[in-house]
T-cell receptor, first 113, second 113 residues
């Protein structure tokens, strides 16, 4: 398995509270991604990073921010969680987008009450 | 609209039987297509990649096909095992400047003894 660790793996929080999910890799891959997975939807890209301090928005970025201060860490922050952000969040890494191969973490299940 | 549609949504088969999962896409441009396997509670793992010029590719008991003219791909599983129970996700890479990935919603396969 690719060296990707997500934390926390499970979190329950209340509407309006800030939440930060962490993704840590030991593969030294340049690209890191945050996706959310919901029933009836394919995996949807929230934000991605193509290097330290280099990030860009995905298709569902509203309400989320990210930061990457080191190659190995990519943080996803929900500034003020809403119930619509209840989901399973997956971090993924890749050497480059050309092949499209991503290596996914185990997922973080977030419930916003 | 760039879309990836998979069928069936879910499938139940008996152990030892074969099955075929379908993926139809309306994505342009097209660079490659991947099939991922996602076990329950885990992140997706790449099974195989198909490029424009490839028709068939095997990975053990998994055989993927691609018809770029009709924009269809299939994943055939031979002699199914209980461990094949998972969601199978078709992902199309648009390539070009964006290398945007379009995810299908997956086919949930249950293999029963």
């Amino acid at each position: 398995d690719a060296g990707i660790t997500q934390s926390p793996r499970h979190k329950v929080t209340e509407t309006g509270t800030p939440v930060t999910l962490r993704c840590h890799q030991t593969e030294n891959h340049r690209y890191m991604y945050w996706y959310r997975q919901d029933p009836g939807h394919g995996l949807r890209l929230i934000h991605y990073s193509y290097g330290v301090k280099d990030t860009d928005k995905g298709e569902v970025s509203d309400g989320y921010s990210v930061s990457r201060s080191k190659t190995e860490d990519f943080l996803l922050t929900l500034e003020s969680a809403t119930s619509s952000q209840t989901s399973v969040y997956f971090c993924a890494i890749g050497a480059g987008p050309n092949t499209g191969e991503l290596f996914f973490g185990e997922g973080s299940r977030l419930t916003v009450l | 609209k760039n879309q990836v549609e998979q069928s069936p949504q879910s499938l139940i088969i008996l152990e030892g039987k074969n099955c075929t999962l379908q993926c139809n896409y309306t994505v342009s441009p097209f660079s490659n297509l991947r099939w991922y396997k996602q076990d329950t509670g885990r992140g997706p793992v790449s099974l195989t990649i198909m490029t424009f010029s490839e028709n068939t590719k095997s990975n053990g008991r998994y055989t993927a096909t691609l018809d770029a003219d009709t924009k269809q791909s299939s994943l055939h599983i031979t002699a199914s095992q209980l461990s094949d129970s998972a969601s199978y996700i078709c992902v199309v890479n648009m390539g070009g400047a964006t290398n945007k990935l379009i995810f299908g919603t997956g086919t949930l396969l249950a293999v029963q003894p």
